[in-house]
T-cell receptor, first 110, second 110 residues
Framework: KNEVEQSPQNLTAQEGEFITINCSYSVGISALHWLQQHPGGGIVSLFMLSSGKKKHGRLIATINIQEKHSSLHITASHPRDSAVYICAVRGETSGSRLTFGEGTQLTVNP | KAGVTQTPRYLIKTRGQQVTLSCSPISGHRSVSWYQQTPGQGLQFLFEYFSETQRNKGNFPGRFSGRQFSNSRSEMNVSTLELGDSALYLC?????????FGQGTRLTVV
């Protein structure tokens, strides 16, 4: 079993839909990151969470430390949101080392 | 502030050759981590450098090595390249908690 599990692996939505991507992890963490990767490879950090909830524009990320679970929500999805979304955790004693989920390929159709 | 800069962006090498990739972190960041991304294995941690010292190392063979200079710029080297080393190599620099990724170097071994 991977230390970081994401679901779903693939997600297709219509423009305007509300989207949720889930991440579960099995280790104690100091932080959890949500990352976005577009074709071409570059990764953008969307959120870094250690507790609670963060919001940036149409994106919302939540984390429940006790349940070892985080969700990324996209409201009013748009085709430009199409990308791979990756959950990554930093273990409590692992310095900068990140462990990644397998990613969720999101496609938003117009 | 300039972002994380990786050079070169693309590289084609022949089996058996060696390669050096470069990463310039965000000014003031002393931690640099390297990751390999392949379709089969996803994103995997290679190593982390902090103030010129390797602080953490992933599960990769000794052909993969790195170093960090006094200006925090980092290089990674892969010797005796194998076809399986074809991948996107990403580096990330970190301040206290947030990680910032470069665009990556896409290495193709033929």
């Amino acid at each position: 079993k991977n230390e970081v599990e994401q679901s779903p692996q693939n997600l297709t939505a219509q423009e305007g839909e509300f989207i949720t991507i889930n991440c579960s992890y099995s280790v104690g963490i100091s932080a959890l990151h949500w990352l976005q990767q577009h074709p071409g490879g570059g990764i953008v950090s969307l959120f870094m969470l250690s507790s609670g909830k963060k919001k940036h524009g149409r994106l919302i990320a939540t984390i429940n430390i006790q349940e070892k679970h985080s969700s990324l929500h996209i409201t009013a999805s748009h085709p430009r949101d199409s990308a791979v979304y990756i959950c990554a955790v930093r273990g409590e004693t692992s310095g900068s080392r990140l462990t990644f989920g397998e990613g969720t390929q999101l496609t938003v159709n117009p | 502030k300039a972002g994380v800069t990786q050079t070169p962006r693309y590289l084609i090498k022949t089996r058996g050759q060696q390669v050096t990739l470069s990463c310039s972190p965000i000014s003031g960041h002393r931690s640099v981590s390297w990751y390999q991304q392949t379709p089969g294995q996803g994103l995997q941690f290679l190593f982390e450098y902090f103030s010129e010292t390797q602080r953490n190392k992933g599960n990769f063979p000794g052909r993969f090595s790195g170093r960090q200079f006094s200006n925090s710029r980092s290089e990674m080297n892969v010797s005796t390249l194998e076809l399986g080393d074809s991948a996107l190599y990403l580096c990330a620099s970190r301040d206290t908690l947030e990680a910032f990724f470069g665009q990556g170097t896409r290495l193709t071994v033929v």
